[in-house]
């Protein structure tokens, strides 16, 4: 079957997954240069503070009910019909609720400011008062936060990622600069939380006049009630999914700290934060497809939703394995530069299981992707739903036989699983025939990478010398370029991936 043309174009998502990846990408930087000097310059126990209460304030935004996301989607497919009439009314009603829930979000953080301080959280005596004006001022930012994600949608749902990272990228960045402008000039964490708080009112204010710009019709809120169910249903099921998520991310960390002890945890979570923050590229490429897949689904262009599914599968192959070789190669001089000798021991094997499951987790997001933007949130949140009893039973045992390894092997075979499960209901969504899928080398791609694995286990247990290795390995990426570039792309692939090269370099320099 022959695709349509489509204004959504290979180029056009490629780049917004640059721009994404540099608006994500930006704060991770600049929170690796600034943090160090912030907790010296607040000290461990107010940089502490700061953390939780930003932590606090980002699982408040869980009441939004993923309207972010259904305004993303619903507005993806009003400009796909070219229903454009239908945009003010599904933003509003979604920035109206938000409001509303946004203001009970806040009104619940401030009343629950007290409890936290007093009851729940071990804050000393001499900063109980500072901390509790502190949650006070972030429960502010939670209806911000909430009516920001609408405005946002808009403009991705457009395919204005580029407005979307200048301010996304520089307001992220500003949540650990800003609180080291009010430290360096001796303010408390109330105020300092009141820059973060005002920073991100801007943003909202970018994004609100974007929008507006982008479709002047939306000068006047309109709230339809025939949209509510819509919003409510699709934004339900994201909820749910976003709701079990920290379940499945934290739930080894407590296990680790039950079962063994609490200094394991520091032994876990150091790889693991270091390793899933990879995870950046498959949500950039992500976020850049569902608003394309949205529309496309919406002009019932099922051939190309499922070229643009192996398509970007297969570049997050080409673009990861190569860094998981690396790391499974190198993990041992990895882990000695970057936390020192003493840890070595105890996280090297951590560090390569979990980059493998890394690589997995993010070949998941792109059938996710495709699942939430046919209008099937449900499926994705039902598989996240199953996993749970699953991902308890087997952390748990896991972790008493082999501690923090067994953690780790735990959560890649349950990101395995969940990649699996989102593959076969994208197949049957979008009802992907074997010859397709074999057309795209996608199989081809994983059966030379799970080869080359192979060799770079080997390669790691057989040769003891660091320059040895990385000489060996670079003889191996070359074959791999060249294997890749004349058997595992077409004439499409090489336009696209020159075009996303042109685009990164026209970004940087």
């Known amino acids: 079957m022959k695709c349509e043309p489509s204004v959504i174009r290979g180029t056009l998502i490629g780049r917004n997954a640059v721009l994404n990846l540099i608006g994500l990408g930006l704060p991770l930087v600049v929170a690796a240069i600034v943090v160090p000097q912030l907790i010296r310059t607040l000290g461990t126990e107010r940089f502490g503070i700061m953390a939780l209460g930003w932590t606090v304030a980002g699982y408040f935004t869980v009441i939004d009910l993923g309207l972010g996301p259904a305004v993303t989607k619903f507005v993806s497919g009003a400009l796909g019909r070219g229903d454009q009439e239908e945009i003010p009314a599904v933003t509003w009603t979604s920035v109206i609720i938000q409001i509303v829930l946004g203001m009970v979000g806040a009104s619940a953080l401030a009343v629950a400011a007290p409890l936290l301080v007093h009851r729940v959280l071990n804050v000393p005596a001499d900063l109980v008062a500072e901390a509790q004006s502190a949650f006070t001022v972030i429960a502010l930012s939670v209806p911000i936060m909430l009516i920001s994600g609408s405005f946002r949608g808009v403009l991705e749902a457009a395919q204005h ?18 609180p080291l402008l009010g430290a360096s000039l001796g303010w408390d964490l109330s105020g300092i939380f009141a820059l973060i708080v005002t920073s991100r009112f801007v943003a909202l204010f970018l994004f609100f006049t974007a929008s507006l710009r982008l479709f002047p019709s939306m000068a006047v809120p309109q709230f339809r009630w025939s949209v509510v169910p819509r919003l409510l249903r699709f934004g339900g099921w994201v909820t749910v999914s976003n709701t079990v998520a920290p379940v499945l991310v934290y739930l080894d960390r407590f296990l680790l700290g039950a079962l063994v002890t609490l200094s394991t945890v520091s032994y876990y979570v150091a790889p693991y934060e270091m390793v ?28 190309r939703l499922e070229y643009l599914l192996f398509r970007s599968t297969k570049y ?61 949130p449900e499926l994705g949140a039902k598989i996240h739903l199953l996993e749970v009893p699953i991902h308890i039973i087997l952390t748990f045992g896991l972790v008493r036989l082999w501690g923090i390894s067994g953690a780790a092997i735990a959560w890649t075979i349950r990101v395995t699983l969940d990649t699996l499960l989102l593959f076969v209901v994208a197949f049957r969504i979008s009802r992907v025939s074997i010859q397709s ?9 994983i059966a030379m990478f799970v080869i080359t694995g192979a060799l770079a286990l080997l390669l790691n247990m057989k040769i003891e010398s660091f320059w040895l290795r990385a000489l060996v390995l670079t003889m191996v990426f070359a074959a791999l370029t060249l294997g890749t570039w004349h058997h595992l792309t077409d004439s499409a692939d090489r336009r696209q991936i020159s075009k996303i090269l042109h685009t990164i370099e026209g970004k940087l320099f």
């Open 161 to 178: 990622f580029g407005i979307v990272n200048a301010v996304r990228g520089p307001v992220s960045a500003a949540n650990y600069l800003l």
């Open 276 to 303: 899933t923050r990879l995870l950046i590229v498959s949500s950039g490429l992500s976020s850049a497809l569902f608003p394309a897949m949205s529309t496309l689904h919406e002009q019932g262009q099922s051939c």
């Open 316 to 376: 997050l192959l080409l673009v990861l394995a190569p860094l998981v070789l690396t790391g499974v190669v190198f993990a041992r001089d990895i882990m000695a530069v970057w936390l020192g000798s003493e840890f070595v021991e105890d996280t090297v094997i951590v560090f390569q299981v979990l980059m493998v499951g890394m690589l997995l987790n993010s070949l998941a997001t792109q059938p996710f992707t495709l699942v939430q933007a046919t209008g099937h």
């Open 437 to 445: 899928l074999l057309s795209s080398k996608v199989p081809h791609t």
